[in-house]
Each structure stands twice: as C-alpha cells, then as structure tokens.
C-alpha cells in the first residue's frame, strides 16, 4: 500500500517507517527537512504548521493510508481531513492519554472524584481544554517543534472523529520512551547512576503512582498494525499490559544499569523539592490496552527488559543537547538522607 507519514522522521517515526518498509509499503514521509532517514521513501519536504501549502505534493504521491505523527490542534485536524479528501482511503492519528479526565485530576483541573480505573476508551475526557499554560506550551515547542499554541489532543480528535466520510483510527498514547526520546524519560535515573550515585530520591507519593508506558518500536509496531489493517476504525489505548509504580520502574532500570545501589523512599516534605512531582498523585494513569490485542493480535515484539537495555544504551551513548525537563541538586540529595 501506498502510506505517507507526516512528521515520520522523529522520535515513533523513524522506527514507524522501518517498520512499514520491512513490510513492503511504500512509503512517502512528510517532513522539515531537518533531518536525513534512512530506507526507501519519497521524502517530501514542508511545515505541518502549513499543511495546505503541501496539499498538491502530497496528493500527488497518491496515499491510501496517512499516519499523522505530530497533529498539536483541531486546525491541524482539521486541514488533515481536507488532505486526506484527495482520495486516501483510511487515516490514523497520534493522541494521548492525556485526553482523560484522569489528566486534569492529577494536574489538578479537574474537581470531583478520582477517574475510575484502569482507563478504557470510553473512560470520560477532560472538561477543561488547552490544560497548558503558555510557558509550558513554549517549553513543549522547544522539544517538540510541531506543538502549536492552540495544543489539545482532544480538538484533534474532535475533528477527526466528526469526519465521518472517512475511515479514522485514533491511537492515544501512553508515556513512551525509547531510543532518540525526546524527553529522555530514563535520563534522570541513568545520569544519577553514571555519577556513582549510591542512592536514588523518591517522594512517597511519586513512588507509588502507576501510569501506562509504552516502549518506542512497540508502539510503532501497534501503529503500523493498526495502520495496515482494513478493521481499523475507532480509539485504541496503546502501551504495556501492566502499569508499573514509580518505585519498581526504578528499580527496573538500576538492576538493568547494572547498579546495585538502594532507592530510597521519603515522606514528601523530607524530599527535595526538585524531585516532587505537582499533582495529586492518588489519581493515577493505568490504562486497558486489551482492544488493539484483541482486534489485531498485538503483541509486543521487544520484551521489557531488552527495552530498557536499548535504552540505557541509547542514553549512555548519546550527549544531552538542548532543554531536558529536570533537575540534579545532589547537595540537597545528600541533605536530605542524612536527614533519612
């Protein structure tokens, strides 16, 4: 099939592509220019944020499936759907789980009651829209140049969904990580390790909070099989099975380091401020994946441990360049398990 990728050269996109190309489609990828891939596709070469200045040349490559990898707003969606009406027959979208209502709650946003658990695709959506503050949408941009001002998932979906002359798949997104993640999520523990750390800070609070993750060439896998499958149609969860605490993926990703050290748990008002998560982590973010496995027979093609490894690896390999969203104050560290 012909498919194109907008946005296919990024962190889920590189590995979206190989993936397509191992199965023999043939691919075209919308992108920046910024940066080279590797394999057989037409690149083609413009700004998401001005889609319908591209509009002729991607028509042009005459695409059965669009993957859209980087929607930020209902515009966004909205100039997708005008695209995606040159003729292509089926279209999938990249979301998130912060489209529940779980998402405000944390973050706070949303009054009443915990969100019941886990999270289906039926579970309900946040009330309030564009959760972001300015200063956080341009933090996000320095990380993620397709984020626009109006950023909101739910929009997005909003738009797409509306379109109804159209077959539309909605795959909303657990926390991934993975080689050339962006936000470098296993950073933070890593770097503590390398820098012979003994032991590792976690307030209470944090250290119990589960929420879904989901390791980069699954999810691209789940994409792709998603992507190719003529009973594709809908919202699909995408991450692991099982959501694991705060505590245990810690202690996941030291035994993985080959680190013998202790993760130490402190009452919040003991733990450094830098490493206290804002938010009411009683309301955490598991999700039920089971529909994609059901439907399509999903199963993870990396186990968990090889993901972490590969990511470890990726991570001890690669310099930090640019914004990282944390913070290292070993003194405080230190103060505070002297303290215990």
Known sequence: MKILLIGGTGFIGR???ADLARRGHELAIFH???TKLDGPH?????????LAESRDALRAFGPEIIVDLVLSSGAQARDLVELARGGARHVVALSSMDVYRACGVLHRLEPGPLEPLPLTEESALRTKLQTYPPQQIEGLRQIFG???DDYDKIP???ALLGARELRTTILRLPMVYGPFDPLRRLHPIVRRIDDGRRALLLPEPLAAWRATRGYVEN???AIALAACSEASAGIYNVGELDARSELEWARLVGAAAGWDGEVVVLPEDAT???LRLPGNTDQHWIAETSRLRREFGFVEPVARDEAIRRTIAWERATPVTGFVPYAFDYAAEDAALRRG
């Open 272 to 274: 450094p401020p830098h």
């Open 146 to 148: 397709w984020v626009d």
């Open 42 to 50: 037409v690149s083609i070469t413009g700004d998401r944020k001005r």
């Open 156 to 158: 997005v979906e909003q």
């Open 32 to 34: 920046r220019g910024a």
């Open 15 to 17: 590995f979206l592509a």
């Open 219 to 221: 999810v691209a896998a």
